[in-house]
């Protein structure tokens, strides 16, 4: 038995990630869910073990890994059958939905070995949830263990978790979480109450690229830490790093601890190299907190983006192809923006169209374009339209960003008189959270 009284425990599911290949990036596979954590950890320097449920099939292939990572002990709590537990995944940016595709999940069981091991020496453990019952894990531990618990799948009710009631550190849900969707999508206050009732230390509440907020339940006070945005190169298993690295800091207290945790996600968000991870986050662990907190970030809150109006500016017609646009709006959108479209709002014009509807539509456009306080364009084959709409919006001094995924813009006015000007989704998203979290820094 390895010093598991040091240890923190990892416990969920060993699965197969496979990203299918995209337009300059090849496809990939590695070891995917709680492996995740358990890289974070590594790179981070806390020692841990892992409790899995995996395939019988991975066990080898998975210890053989793990133990290279640092890992101090592996325990198959269980098997997994009717499945292969490989998931798909379509968008490793997370611009949008990413597309995850557990395979034969309708058919996946997870199943508790019969003769199960005795955890009592763990006093700290990070659960992952997945198809297994949460009361017969917390029955393999003694009464003084301590549980966080990261909520992303598989947990349809709160109440499911009450077993763990009193024993809880840390409840932490993603805005990607579809718990999260059913419970706290539109106030933030009725998923407190929630969450609350379990009794948890804190309350961690990932917001992807708008940083993230940690409720002390026990005060009622909260603390903003800002993300710190790039170039996303993976952003799968960047929310199990946070959880994990946080919960295995928390003896450093539990603020510090959630901006450790951060600092791990966002450099495990920028490769999948782990010696990488591992050399840029103890370069990053270099800078104090005081430093770290000093350098600022990105902070736009899930609840406070719906607050801001975004001028949709693109050739947005029934009659146009037009994939690029739908794909921004579907990215806005995910991520809860709101999205002001003036062909939805006020028709599309038929054609041809009579000078009295021209008039009329560009009044209520204009009016429209006006009340926004920001602008995305996307300026599809040089639609005239969409141009005009940059310049009024560049005149008005609002913000704009320029999505110009076919390079047909490549002009001093639109890149120059933009905001943000790529030819790169995750950039402009990138650019639409700092332009409207500095709006919102600037009315607080």
């Not at 995209?22 to 070891?31: H, I, S, T």
């Not at 059958?81 to 939905?97: C, K, Y």
């Not at 804190?202 to 993300?227: C, H, Q, T, W």
């Not at 429209?368 to 709409?389: H, N």
């Amino acid at each position: 038995m390895a010093n598991s009284d040091q240890a923190l425990l990892v416990v969920g599911e060993l699965v197969v990630d496979y990203t299918l290949s995209q337009k300059g990036a090849m496809c990939k596979l590695r070891l995917g869910g709680i492996c995740h954590a358990a890289r974070g950890l590594w790179a981070s320097k806390i020692e841990y073990s892992v409790a899995a449920f995996c395939p019988r099939y991975l066990i080898d292939e998975a210890k053989s890994y793990l133990f290279e990572f640092g890992c101090k002990e592996f325990i198959w709590l269980g098997d997994v059958v009717g499945a292969p537990n490989v998931i798909l995944i379509g968008d490793v940016a997370e611009v949008s939905h990413q597309g995850y595709e557990d395979l034969m999940r309708d058919t996946k069981v997870v199943n508790f070995h019969n003769t199960l091991p005795k955890l009592d020496t763990y006093q700290k453990v990070v659960v992952f949830p997945g198809k297994f019952d949460i009361n017969t894990l917390t029955s393999l531990f003694t009464e003084n263990t301590q549980f966080s618990i990261d909520i992303a799948y598989d947990v349809e009710d709160l109440s499911s978790l009450k077993a763990l009631r009193g024993r809880l550190e840390a409840i932490i849900i993603s805005t990607s979480s579809s718990l999260f969707m059913r419970l706290g999508a539109g106030n933030v206050e009725e998923l407190l109450d929630e969450v609350n009732t379990l009794s948890p230390k804190v309350f961690l509440l990932k917001e992807n690229r708008g940083g993230s907020r940690l409720f002390y339940m026990r005060d009622g006070g909260f603390e903003e830490i800002p993300a710190k945005l790039s170039q996303t190169v993976n952003s799968v298993g960047v929310g199990d790093v946070y959880s994990s690295v946080m919960v295995g800091l928390s003896y450093k207290g539990w603020s510090e601890a959630a901006w450790r945790g951060s600092q791990a996600a966002t450099v495990y968000s920028q490769t999948t190299f782990p010696d990488d991870i591992k050399r840029d986050i103890q370069r990053g662990f270099l800078l104090s907190v005081e430093m770290l907190q000093s350098l600022g970030g990105t902070v736009l809150p899930w609840h406070d983006r719906q607050t801001y109006s975004i001028y949709l500016a693109g050739p947005d017609f029934s009659y146009v192809s037009k994939p690029e646009l739908d794909h921004a709006i579907d990215s806005l959108t995910y991520h809860n923006f709101k999205v002001r479209r003036p062909i939805l709002e006020n028709g599309e014009l038929k054609r041809p169209a009579s000078e009295a509807d021209l008039q009329r539509t560009y009044q209520l456009d204009y009016k429209l374009l006006k009340e926004c306080d920001a602008v995305f364009s996307v300026p599809l084959d040089r639609d005239p339209g969409t141009l005009v709409e940059l310049g009024m919006a560049i005149e008005m001094g609002k913000p704009v960003i320029t999505y110009d995924p076919r390079r047909e813009n490549e002009n001093t006015m639109v890149i120059s008189g933009s905001s943000v000007y790529s030819t790169d989704l995750d950039a402009c998203l990138n650019g639409t959270f700092e332009v409207i979290a500095a709006l919102r820094a600037k009315s607080l």
